[in-house]
């Protein structure tokens, strides 16, 4: 199964801060990279596709960048909505893996 | 717009068993294939299963392959899960997932399954 690595596994930040997440797989990809957002008790938002397409209605300041095995997510300037829980998850593929997570919380 | 409802979890024993159902709107169910994803109180995500559109293929997580088997009936816009033999560590949040556009996930508003004696 293809292992997929983020950093950190959490970081505290303050509104306005540019947040960058990371994500490594066990092996080349190409761009069959996702991001998901996740509130507690709530299930996953998709954010970012393909590695760098952003989501209908997800807004401007989340974008995604890579390709093989490195990718990241940034969010500029950071909102109060912004602070969950970020996964990573390969697409190309079966199983789907998961990252382990990244939890964004208030500093 | 795609929606997924989840149902069926509930508390039961270990070595019982249970089947999830999820309906799904809004998209042409039969063109696309369906996930089962699990995630653990306070815990990450972990991928279950899945199932081809048209029921010919289905995949299993090892941890859950030879008891869980997946099904889905295009005729209804559903997709199961039926699991067998469950054990402490089956219980989380089940989810359904919908695999669109870029392979990626949109996904239900998920069931919580618990197993405890």
């Known amino acids: 199964d293809i292992q997929m690595t983020q950093s950190p596994s959490s970081l505290s930040a303050s509104v306005g801060d540019r947040v960058t997440i990371t994500c490594r797989a066990s092996q080349t990809i190409i761009t069959y990279l996702n991001w998901y957002q996740q509130k507690p008790g709530k299930a996953p938002d998709l954010l970012i596709y393909?590695?760098?397409s952003l989501q209908s209605g997800v807004p401007s300041r989340f974008s995604g960048s890579g390709s093989g095995t490195d990718f990241t997510l940034t969010i500029i300037s950071l909102q109060p909505e912004d602070f969950a829980t970020y996964y990573c998850q390969q697409s190309f593929y079966s199983p789907r893996t998961f990252g382990q997570g990244t939890r964004v919380d208030i500093k | 717009e795609v929606q997924l409802v989840e149902s069926g979890g509930v508390v039961v024993q270990p070595g019982e068993s249970l089947r999830l159902s999820c309906a799904a709107s809004?998209?042409?169910?039969?063109?696309?294939?369906m996930h089962w994803v699990r995630q653990p109180p306070g815990k990450g995500l972990e991928w279950v299963s899945l199932i081809s559109g048209d029921g010919s293929t289905a995949d299993y997580a090892d941890s859950v392959k030879g008891r869980f088997t997946i099904s889905r009936d295009n005729n209804k816009n559903s997709l199961y899960l039926q699991m067998n033999s469950l054990r402490t560590g089956d219980t989380a949040f089940y989810y359904c997932?919908?695999?669109?556009?870029?392979?990626?996930?949109?996904w239900g508003q998920g069931t919580l399954v618990t197993v405890s004696s």
């Open positions: 393909g590695a760098s």
């Open positions: 997932a919908h695999e669109g556009s870029g392979y990626a996930f949109t």
């Open positions: 809004g998209f042409t169910f039969h063109s696309y294939t």
